[in-house]
DNA sequence: ATGGACCGTTGATCCACGTCAACCACGAAA
DNA sequence: TTTCGTGGTTGACGTGGATCAACGGTCCAT
């Protein structure tokens, strides 16, 4: 994921209209006329430094952010120390929706490489939602779309085996990174063993157990965090095929 | 939770401003004035009889619900017949906020008891928050909350063990009623042991033997469906003391 | 280059929970 | 009343993944 822009004169000029990204993220969908009216939505960029927080859980919310280079983690912290990571976030992807509800982020985002977020004052955003419909319809959907995608996770925790939960996020980030114009069979993941055993409810040496056992019947190649997925089919019937369990 | 409301021409008559659980529902937090402006949000109530569908997944999205009385559960199918309950809802609680994304439901809501929802068209929805500001607030403020509550279920089903699971549940259902001025130590369980399991990521099993254990303990009072919270001081310190994990 | 901090892999062992099976309690229908 | 079906409990046993432990590779900072 090395998805970043020559910095030029343009780039910085901070324009929905002109971003790359359009068909991933927030303006996904709307009219070209609408898309013009949001330049005014992104108040700035912001960087973030790889193992930074753009935000922790407690701090008071004002923005979303959409991610406009790098990638992130969102995580939850339980008293008792234990971890418990909720996504993983790519370029055009939506931060700190958590956060509106309570006016309070609920949860702690973590730049897993060095990154570059679009900073969406959240009071703009109500404001500008009411005058361009479509912005309205699109940011319900975003919204929306993070709920299912948290359903489906909790399919996954609650009801699949380890493989299947691995080839399951393999699967995923496979197509994430298709949409992104990246090679559907080979990638980085920027995370470390221990954050998918998180996300997936898995300890870390199962993940590296459950990779090596894909290595080994030629399912993926590993070689640390560099992807490659051979076959893809055999990948799909795991997941369908359930060993048995539920 | 027999929270029916006598059946009067008053009630009959559809008005956000007259029901009596506004400060649970979507209007909570709204000016009167504000949610005067709502009874026309309220298309028509829909009566659904126990165990039956008040949408499936597929079905084409044209409305959100408000449970008026009664309460559901959410529910996903894997093609190869497993499920996975994502949620039950009580009085007060919104269904059908998975569809916007797509149009389309993307699970299935099912009635446990006889019950009743407000139904109120999306379209209808859009319209009127574009005019009334708190509307638009508190409509976001309920999608986000259902992402916090997600990630919440998201942090039981990956690091905890199944009594903490247990106990996390009833101490939530506990919580609600209480919100619903019924006793937060005695409530009935409109779920089954498998819809509970299947929500936390357990056999039923399993759930029963820890609704046993607990019962030993003298931390709750099972019979059947109906439970009585004896110490919640212990339940809280089950979830908090972790038996190591994670 | 060299030492040290991470990160990942792999093996041996353990145990929480799933599985399988028998039985019981309750409510609805006959 | 009896019967039947569904839901709940409990026991015996098996296993998937956690735990504990050792070691290897990679990337820094020096």
């Known amino acids: 994921m090395k998805a970043t822009v020559p910095i030029t004169v343009a780039s910085l000029k901070v324009a929905c209209s002109q971003c790359n990204l359009v ?3 927030l303006p996904f969908g709307m009219a070209e006329s609408e898309i013009d009216r949001l330049d005014e939505l992104v108040g700035a960029r912001r960087k973030i430094k790889r193992q930074q927080n ?3 859980a ?3 919310f ?3 952010y959409a991610i406009r280079a790098g990638s992130f983690k969102t995580d939850v ?3 008792d120390g234990r971890e418990q990571v909720t996504g993983f976030q790519m370029t055009g992807e939506m931060l700190g929706l958590d956060g509106i509800s309570t006016e309070t982020h609920s949860c702690n985002a973590i730049a897993l490489e060095d990154s570059e977020v679009c900073v969406i ?3 703009k955003l109500e404001e500008l939602s009411r005058v361009v419909e479509g912005l309205q319809l699109q940011f319900h959907k975003v919204m929306s779309r993070e709920i299912v995608r948290d359903h489906g996770v909790m399919t996954l925790l609650g009801s699949m085996r380890a493989e299947e939960r691995l080839a399951a996020f393999l699967l995923n980030m496979s197509q ?3 949409a992104r114009g990246f090679s559907p069979a080979e990638f980085h993941l920027r995370m470390t063993r221990e954050e998918i055993g998180s996300y997936l409810g898995l300890k870390l040496e199962t ?3 459950a990779f090596s056992k894909f290595q080994d019947e030629g399912l993926i190649a590993v070689q640390q965090k560099h992807i490659r997925i051979l076959d893809i089919i055999g990948l799909k019937r795991l997941i369908q095929h359930p060993s048995p369990r539920s």
Do not use: H, K, M, N
């Open 62 to 64: 004002e923005a979303i």
């Open 176 to 178: 994430r990174f298709t």
């Open 207 to 209: 993940v590296s157990r």
């Open 77 to 79: 912290l339980l008293e």
């Open 121 to 123: 004052a959240y009071s």
């Open 58 to 60: 407690g701090d008071p």
């Open 54 to 56: 753009l935000y922790r």
């Open 23 to 25: 068909e991933l993220c």
